[in-house]
């Protein structure tokens, strides 16, 4: 399901969405320790004072240290030996009601981080999953690359009989743009940024959806929105969220720091003066800061050009490798097969 372009979080806010996970992870956690041990120490009580003891063990040896009575080594030596002590007492307990030393521990989900989401100043695997997980949701595509991807490319269902105007049948075509789509992915990050346009229903989406799902897996950020969501959003955030600068910068960064931003059915949206400025600024800070930008529409060079300013189409057939669909709609085609 495509998100609402109001649901959509910026990088910031998945962020903190998930260090709040990891927070009421931890408190989950902790509330199941006081819950085992509150049933064990009711069974066997002499497990609660040993805890009790330990805990006033490492009191005694604070206060003694900033007493400066003792020699700090000796305080150690003594708490070391207070703790062994205890500890035996406690494992030969557990032993004999065969009962294991982790049910007075902490279990944590992810025991390398102890589920803060870092080792030391570095990201834990544990986070980086949660971090793709979250755009995987965010790129908008999780339902539909579970089927439109680079395996489920069906060739069959373009002709293969040569267009005069073409020079080339609409399945040799769909073939080329499916090389050229792949060549994207491998060699991503060199500049390259793709125009894929013709008529309704030639799979423009379809490979729009194969390369963020290959990218995603690869581990780049990316960003999939269609025109109507995009512009919608843009509106809400300069008109009428005043009181949310905070909210409007962070929007702002997504678009210009997503790996790749791709804007879907370009050309559906209600064309505005306001509309063609933001798309021109946001095409040409992508290209300052070497960005990618995919984008799919049923427009036509000469279509574009009349719907879009000089200053835009100039970026789109000066920065951006054309890739035109033709032929038959395939989804009529498809339905047709199924009955």
């Not at 003594?78 to 004999?96: D, H």
């Not at 007075?104 to 100043?121: F, Q, S, V, W």
């Not at 209600?270 to 095409?283: A, G, P």
């Not at 427009?299 to 000089?310: A, F, K, R, V, W």
Request: aromatic share 8%; hydrophobic share 35%.
């Amino acid at each position: 399901m495509v998100k609402e372009a109001g649901a959509l979080a910026t990088r910031t806010q998945i962020f903190r969405e998930i260090l709040r996970e990891y927070d009421s992870l931890r408190t989950k956690k902790a509330a199941e320790l006081r819950e085992r041990k509150a049933v064990l120490f009711e069974r066997l009580p002499r497990l609660g004072e040993i805890e009790q003891e330990m805990a006033l063990l490492g009191t005694k040896t604070a206060r003694m240290v900033l007493q400066g009575k003792v020699d700090v080594k000796d305080i150690m030596d003594q708490l070391k030996m207070g703790q062994k002590v205890l500890e035996e007492e406690r494992s030969r307990i557990l032993a004999v009601h065969n009962l294991t030393p982790q049910l007075l521990e902490m279990e944590y989900a992810c025991p390398k981080c102890k589920d803060t989401g870092y080792i030391g100043t570095e990201q834990c695997l544990c986070m980086k999953r949660r971090l793709m997980d979250k755009l995987y949701d965010q790129s908008n595509v999780r339902d539909m690359i579970k089927v439109e991807n680079f395996d489920n490319f069906n060739f069959s269902l373009y002709s293969s009989t040569p267009l005069k105007e073409e020079g080339i049948s609409p399945k040799a075509n769909a073939e080329k743009l499916y090389r050229r789509a792949l060549a994207f992915v491998e060699e991503f990050g060199n500049g390259a940024n793709l125009l894929i346009y013709g008529g309704t229903g030639l799979g423009k989406t379809f490979l729009c959806n194969c390369i963020a799902k290959d990218l995603l897996a690869k581990g780049h950020t990316v960003l999939y929105l269609t025109a109507g969501q995009l512009f919608r959003k843009l509106e809400e955030q300069r008109f009428h969220r005043e009181d949310d600068e905070e909210e409007a910068k962070e929007w702002d960064q997504e678009l210009l720091e997503a790996e790749l931003l791709i804007i879907d059915d370009l050309g559906t949206e209600f064309s505005t003066i306001f509309t063609t400025s933001e798309l021109f600024r946001i095409v040409n800070d992508r290209k300052l800061a070497k960005r990618a930008v995919v984008i799919s529409t049923n427009l036509g060079p000469t279509e574009l050009m009349t719907h879009y300013s000089d200053r835009v189409t100039s970026r789109f057939f000066g920065e951006f490798e054309q890739m035109k669909f033709f032929g038959d709609d395939i989804r009529i085609i498809k339905k047709y097969q199924k009955k």
